[in-house]
């Protein structure tokens, strides 16, 4: 079974940085799209981004030019870098990812989340 391990959340000032990581195990294989959704309270869990094996990324459009997502150099893992944060940011982080593409929709695995706050 895949088990997806994020890290990284935790407390910042507007307008600073956090870097938020994820690393799958359970699987020989590589995921094909790997990324990350938020939470925040009171809202639905929205894509914040997404990237492929093939290096295909796709952003929402509030944190564009904000946050890069990237692939690591081991197998199966994920790098969310985010700068400039807004206390809009603060939400509930959760690395999502599966063997195929959703286009619809994120994938089969979830991690457990990773609470980043922005305060103003």
């Known amino acids: 079974q895949v088990q997806l391990v994020e890290s990284g959340g935790g407390l910042v000032q507007a307008g600073g940085s956090l870097r938020l990581s994820c690393a799958a195990s359970?699987?020989?294989?590589?995921?094909?799209?790997m990324g990350w959704y938020r939470q925040a309270p009171g809202k639905q869990r929205e894509l914040v981004a997404g990237i492929t094996t093939e290096g295909s990324t796709n952003y929402a459009d509030s944190v564009k030019g904000r946050f890069t997502i990237s692939s690591g150099n081991a197998k199966n893992t994920v790098y969310l870098q985010m700068n400039s944060l807004k206390p809009s940011d603060t939400a509930v982080y959760y690395c999502n990812a599966d063997f195929h593409y959703h286009p619809s929709g994120p994938g089969k695995y979830w991690g457990q989340g990773t609470q980043v706050t922005v305060s103003s």
């Open positions: 359970g699987t020989i294989f590589s995921l094909y799209t």
